[in-house]
């Protein structure tokens, strides 16, 4: 039976390969504010810049950076063994992939959206899919055994490849608080833009942080909104809208709920104006996306501010 994606992650980190390393910290000076917030029965997640610490501050499908785009493809051209089956052209086959990959990419962004103003994500799985059927066309060899059929390889070169591009690991603290949290009875979600692979790569960090982590416990399936699953990434209105119906079908109320990122602008705005409780987490400058005018504007200040995710025990009276 083929490698499910989790197992896939899981192979992959044994075999100790070298990968792209998280970013030193530069932390924020600012004062937490954290009255509690009574009430709260929903914690949602944003994940990268918040959760988890990511080169660039958030998922990148391409950086301006030549050599860690060069790393990345060369890297997967190799693991998936993709050199034989590509069209022989001057240059280096890294070169060649990179055009087809920039055009697919640069395709998907084009495509239409149901509501007018929506920003259309980009499906790292299909991108790869769509290059793996170009592959196919010249009797492109796998082992499907182990990998699965071209939908499943896709997701697992996804992962890969990003991998590959931008190191990451768990914020501070970040599964000790996933953990108390959920241990509390309080449910949690994601509302974050992300890919198929996003949940394993997130879940791996969090149990690098602490082995001890129930990781079967901390999100609630119902609850996870994902821009790559909704076809729009934020501030598309579309995917807070998605999430808020969602947090009404699990049986709460809005009012119940308190969304946690480090942007304002775009993220925390939006999930205001949706009826969620917000809280800025500002621990740090990468992925951060806090100005004065924010705070110091009523329609957009978060109600709530973090300088460390376990600053949420006592937001939530833990």
């Given amino acids: 039976m083929p490698q499910t994606l989790t197992?896939?992650?899981?192979?992959?980190?044994?075999?100790?390969?070298?990968?792209?390393?998280?970013?030193k910290r530069e932390p924020v000076r600012a004062a937490p504010h954290l009255d509690p917030l009574p009430g709260i029965r929903v914690v949602l997640w944003n994940l990268y810049g918040t959760l988890i610490r990511i080169a660039d501050g958030e998922l990148l499908h391409a950086t301006p950076d030549a050599v860690r785009m060069e790393v990345a493809l060369d890297k997967t051209i190799r693991e998936f063994n993709m050199w034989y089956s590509m069209t022989r052209k001057p240059g280096?086959?890294?070169?060649?992939?990179?055009?087809?990959?920039?055009?697919?990419?640069?395709?998907?962004?084009?495509?239409?959206?149901?509501?007018?103003?929506?920003?259309?994500?980009?499906?790292?799985?299909?991108?790869?899919?769509?290059?793996l059927d170009r592959l196919a066309?010249?009797?492109?060899?796998?082992?499907?055994?182990?990998?699965?059929?071209?939908?499943?390889?896709?997701?697992?070169?996804?992962?890969f490849f990003h991998e590959s591009l931008q190191g990451h690991e768990a914020a501070p603290t970040a599964a000790r608080t996933l953990t108390l949290i959920a241990e509390s009875g309080i449910s949690q979600g994601l509302l974050a833009d992300g890919q198929c692979f996003s949940v394993v790569q997130a879940l791996r960090d969090f149990r690098l942080q602490e082995a001890s982590t129930p990781l079967s416990i901390l999100f609630r399936p119902e609850l996870m909104t994902l821009s790559q699953r909704e076809g729009v990434r934020k501030p598309s209105k579309s995917l807070f809208v998605a999430a808020y119906r969602r947090v009404q079908a699990a049986g709460f109320e809005p009012s119940q709920v308190l969304y946690v990122s480090s942007r304002i602008t775009g993220?925390?705005?939006?999930?205001?104006?949706?009826?969620?409780?917000?809280?800025?987490?500002?621990?740090?400058?990468?992925?951060?996306?806090?100005?004065?005018?924010?705070?110091?504007?009523?329609?957009?200040?978060?109600?709530?501010l973090l300088t460390q995710l376990d600053h949420l025990r006592d937001v939530l009276g833990l």
Wanted: hydrophobic content about 35%; glycine content about 6%.
């Fill in 7 to 23: 197992e896939y992650a899981h192979a992959l980190a044994e075999r100790n390969l070298r990968w792209p390393t998280a970013p």
């Fill in 267 to 304: 993220d925390l705005a939006i999930a205001k104006l949706a009826g969620f409780h917000t809280a800025a987490y500002i621990g740090e400058k990468l992925g951060m996306d806090v100005t004065v005018d924010d705070l110091q504007n009523p329609d957009t200040c978060p109600d709530r």
């Fill in 137 to 159: 066309q010249k009797e492109y060899v796998y082992d499907a055994d182990q990998l699965g059929n071209l939908d499943e390889l896709s997701e697992k070169v996804a992962y």
């Fill in 92 to 131: 280096a086959p890294w070169e060649y992939l990179l055009s087809i990959y920039d055009r697919l990419v640069a395709d998907s962004r084009l495509v239409g959206t149901k509501r007018k103003g929506d920003v259309p994500e980009v499906d790292s799985g299909k991108v790869w899919r769509n290059i």
